[in-house]
């Protein structure tokens, strides 16, 4: 009765050519940053010219990639096993930064200056949820831009949500030519007299802000949105650019979960939106997955089996007996644990895969140890390309 | 008995973080249902606007209003415990609540809320919303039954927080806010809840799983917080969560980890409990038995790691079945046992 997902063929994606950007998108903790890494050094090492864009990678695996400081460029990874020409780069994404280039970019200097000095624009460059979703959009339009890469893999940021990646940006664009933010700069640039033809609401709006805020918050929000105004009147314009980029057929987007029901309601959430969105859906990665290489003995009897023995263990058995029993007996709670955890597991990935039985899914197995050096991440490629044989 | 020892006697603040995936809404919630004890009202309050603790407590998604959703543990063997009120905090509400309570103002607040001057406040300063947030958990934290003096209305709060990786800026919020407004309501308002938040009534806990990177940024952010905010925020415990127990004696195990235990030793122990070793099964069960000792080693490094924290730490197994009602009142009970409430 079970749904039989379509297997995802991971090395079919990566050869062909046409693909040029692989987006991993997924809720946080799923593995998104091993998995983005994995495709790469794959792809790298079945010829193509790839550059991984990660966010926020774990130590260790930043420095296998030789990742030591977040400098906004590629860097190349050694010991990459590369034929063909195949080459991998990797970068850290430096959001501040990234913003600050922005800025420099499209504002004479001293309106540079000066934007880069507001306390709005530090804030909102730092901290704000969307600014990190909406500079890797940057970013990767930049990288993609350069066509020094033919593959470009894209890590996203780790939010709370899957969605966040797709709507920060248009968020930010939104708020930065939204309504309020054309209320806030009339004063500055065409004088109180225009004040007056705007609703009533007005008044109260600045009254009310005033309370809340006080004049001088106000005044520097004021100030920091006339500055951007003029460089940003084409900011949303750039955001929707990066979209359309999104949906052409050379992207593939990988949704990546952890067969958790967080993870996977996210995961299900995210595909849905992608559908709606016309982006070209890939498939779903599924992560640490736990399976037997004995699945024939069920946990049941397995359990059954351990207390079996651990009745047999009596005080005044020989020791090599004991020991022998005990070993056997661990080995079978152990075995029933993790037939627990795979049905579990299980159950959860059908949910998935019978409310969308056509999307192709490659499932990677828990891993004893973490993996942080190319060796580690040549086996997720292999496991995540094996699923197509 | 009429107190109990516990680590945070005196802390009626509880703020929960940790990385994405480590099971911080879970641990909160648990943390909750210990610290209700008899007679207790504790408020579990929610942030990200999620829905996480409806999901947990099998009820309809949260309003803004506090209310009931669990019962608290009960002493051993001694009937229930207090009342779990939980609430769920979003920036827009707690703007609301805040023009209200302080101005009388709900009603522009609705107004402002329609020009999206809300969505704006909290767009481009971050820091506004968070001591929006944070405002209402330690306003909950302070609230009287009646005038000065009188009983707190909460015994404790417990507060699902942002991740690990925002928590210090999340909770820095004077900070945050002085970069924006030197002086103003909304600076007296973030100088009232810096002073709960740097009291010794609150404590950041932190969930983490025994993997590389959730410990690493446990380490991380446990730094930062002393970093940015210089010891003034209390650092609390380290709540390790999802931990295997080793199932064998370290001798075993580290045999099993290098692959030096007897397979055919495997399968006579196998017959002993009636299972034949066909098709190379003792050979299958010696695989995971390798993995098992190889994750149990994983994690004593990972522990031993966090323990350089110097941090008080409690540590919760994994509940291989899922987290339901039960499995929330067990955690309860794991944390209580070890003195975290």
């Known amino acids: 009765?079970?749904?039989?997902?379509?297997?995802?063929?991971?090395?079919?994606?990566?050869?062909?050519?046409?693909?040029?950007?692989?987006?991993?998108?997924?809720?946080?903790?799923?593995?998104?940053?091993?998995?983005?890494?994995?495709?790469?050094?794959?792809?790298?090492?079945?010829?193509?010219?790839?550059?991984?864009?990660?966010?926020?990678?774990?130590?260790?695996?930043?420095?296998?990639?030789?990742?030591?400081?977040?400098?906004?460029?590629?860097?190349?990874?050694?010991?990459?096993?590369?034929?063909?020409?195949?080459?991998?780069?990797?970068?850290?994404?430096?959001?501040?930064?990234?913003?600050?280039?922005?800025?420099?970019?499209?504002?004479?200097?001293?309106?540079?200056?000066?934007?880069?000095?507001?306390?709005?624009?530090?804030?909102?460059?730092?901290?704000?949820?969307?600014?990190?979703?909406?500079?890797?959009?940057?970013?990767?339009?930049?990288?993609?831009?350069?066509?020094?890469?033919?593959?470009?893999?894209?890590?996203?940021?780790?939010?709370?949500?899957?969605?966040?990646?797709?709507?920060?940006?248009?968020?930010?664009?939104?708020?930065?030519?939204?309504?309020?933010?054309?209320?806030?700069?009339?004063?500055?640039?065409?004088?109180?007299?225009?004040?007056?033809?705007?609703?009533?609401?007005?008044?109260?709006?600045?009254?009310?802000?005033?309370?809340?805020?006080?004049?001088?918050?106000?005044?520097?929000?004021?100030?920091?949105?006339?500055?951007?105004?003029?460089?940003?009147?084409?900011?949303?314009?750039?955001?929707?650019?990066?979209?359309?980029?999104?949906?052409?057929?050379?992207?593939?987007?990988?949704?990546i979960a952890a067969p958790e029901p967080d993870a996977l309601r996210e995961a299900s959430y995210f595909v849905e939106r992608l559908d709606a969105e016309r982006m070209p859906l890939a498939g779903l990665i599924l992560n640490r997955v736990h399976t037997s290489p004995a699945g024939r003995l069920s946990a049941a009897r397995s359990l059954a089996a351990a207390e079996t023995l651990e009745m047999q263990d009596r005080p005044d058995a020989p020791a090599t007996e004991g020991q022998r029993y005990s070993i056997a007996a661990a080995a079978l709670r152990i075995h029933a644990e993790r037939m627990q955890l795979n049905k579990r597991e299980r159950r959860l990935a059908e949910h998935f895969t019978s409310a969308h039985p056509t999307i192709p899914v490659a499932e990677v197995d828990a891993q004893p140890e973490d993996v942080h050096d190319l060796a580690g991440l040549r086996v997720i490629g292999s496991i995540l390309s094996k699923q197509g044989a | 008995m009429t107190t109990r020892d516990t680590d945070w006697d005196g802390v009626r603040l509880h703020v929960v973080t940790g990385k994405g995936g480590t099971?911080?809404?879970?641990?909160?919630?648990?943390?909750?249902?210990?610290?209700?004890?008899?007679?207790?009202?504790?408020?579990?309050?929610?942030?990200?606007?999620?829905?996480?603790?409806?999901r947990l407590f099998d009820c309809p998604p949260l309003p803004y209003q506090e209310r009931k959703v669990a019962i608290g543990l009960g002493a051993e063997g001694a009937g229930q415990g207090g009342d779990v009120y939980a609430l769920a905090v979003d920036p827009e509400g707690a703007l609301l609540d805040y023009l209200e309570m302080f101005y009388n103002l709900r009603r522009t607040g609705k107004a402002l809320t329609r020009l999206g001057v809300v969505d704006f406040a909290t767009t481009i300063a971050p820091g506004l919303s968070d001591v929006l947030v944070t405002g209402k958990a330690t306003e909950a934290t302070r609230r009287r039954e009646g005038s000065r003096g009188s009983a707190h209305v909460y015994n404790a709060v417990v507060m699902d927080a942002p991740p690990t990786g925002r928590i210090s800026r999340f909770l820095d919020v004077s900070t945050e806010v002085s970069g924006l407004a030197k002086v103003g309501p909304i600076r007296t308002h973030a100088d009232t809840v810096?002073?709960?938040?740097?009291?010794?009534?609150?404590?950041?806990?932190?969930?983490?799983?025994?993997?590389?990177?959730?410990?690493?940024?446990?380490?991380?952010?446990?730094?930062?917080?002393?970093?940015?905010?210089?010891?003034?925020?209390?650092?609390?415990?380290?709540?390790?969560n999802m931990a295997r127990p080793a199932l064998l004696d370290p001798a075993s195990l580290a045999a099993a980890a290098s692959g030096s235990l007897d397979v055919t030793e495997l399968a006579v122990g196998l017959k002993a409990a009636g299972i034949s070793d066909n098709h190379g099964l003792a050979a299958d069960l010696m695989t995971e038995l390798r993995d098992h000792a190889l994750q149990v080693a994983l994690q004593d490094r990972e522990r031993e790691e966090l323990l350089t924290a110097g941090q008080p730490h409690y540590e919760l197994p994994m509940i291989p079945d899922g987290i339901d009602l039960a499995g929330l009142y067990q955690l309860a009970a794991t944390l209580r046992k070890q003195g975290a409430a």
């Open chain 2, 23 to 54: 099971g911080k809404t879970t641990v909160a919630a648990a943390l909750a249902l210990a610290l209700a004890t008899a007679g207790r009202k504790v408020l579990l309050i929610e942030v990200e606007g999620r829905q996480g603790i409806a």
């Open chain 2, 194 to 240: 810096a002073r709960v938040i740097r009291s010794p009534q609150t404590a950041v806990h932190f969930v983490t799983t025994l993997e590389e990177m959730p410990v690493q940024e446990t380490l991380d952010g446990l730094a930062e917080l002393r970093e940015l905010t210089g010891d003034a925020i209390r650092a609390g415990g380290i709540i390790i």
């Open chain 1, 1 to 255: 009765m079970t749904a039989k997902p379509v297997r995802l063929d991971m090395d079919r994606i990566i050869d062909d050519r046409r693909t040029r950007i692989i987006v991993c998108c997924g809720s946080g903790g799923v593995g998104k940053t091993t998995a983005a890494a994995a495709i790469g050094l794959r792809a790298a090492e079945r010829g193509r010219q790839a550059c991984v864009l990660t966010v926020d990678p774990a130590r260790r695996l930043a420095q296998s990639m030789g990742l030591t400081s977040l400098d906004n460029t590629p860097r190349r990874v050694d010991g990459v096993q590369a034929v063909n020409g195949g080459s991998l780069h990797a970068m850290m994404l430096d959001m501040k930064r990234t913003f600050d280039e922005i800025v420099e970019a499209h504002a004479d200097p001293d309106r540079a200056a000066q934007i880069l000095a507001n306390p709005f624009y530090q804030s909102l460059s730092s901290s704000f949820a969307g600014t990190q979703e909406y500079m890797a959009m940057e970013k990767l339009g930049q990288l993609r831009h350069a066509e020094e890469w033919d593959l470009i893999v894209v890590d996203t940021p780790p939010s709370r949500s899957a969605l966040d990646f797709l709507d920060a940006p248009q968020r930010l664009g939104r708020f930065l030519d939204g309504r309020l933010i054309r209320l806030l700069a009339v004063p500055a640039k065409t004088g109180m007299s225009a004040m007056r033809v705007l609703n009533a609401g007005f008044a109260i709006m600045t009254g009310a802000l005033t309370k809340i805020l006080g004049t001088q918050v106000l005044k520097d929000a004021q100030t920091f949105v006339t500055a951007l105004d003029t460089m940003f009147g084409g900011f949303r314009e750039r955001a929707e650019t990066t979209y359309r980029l999104l949906q052409t057929p050379g992207t593939a987007f990988l949704v």
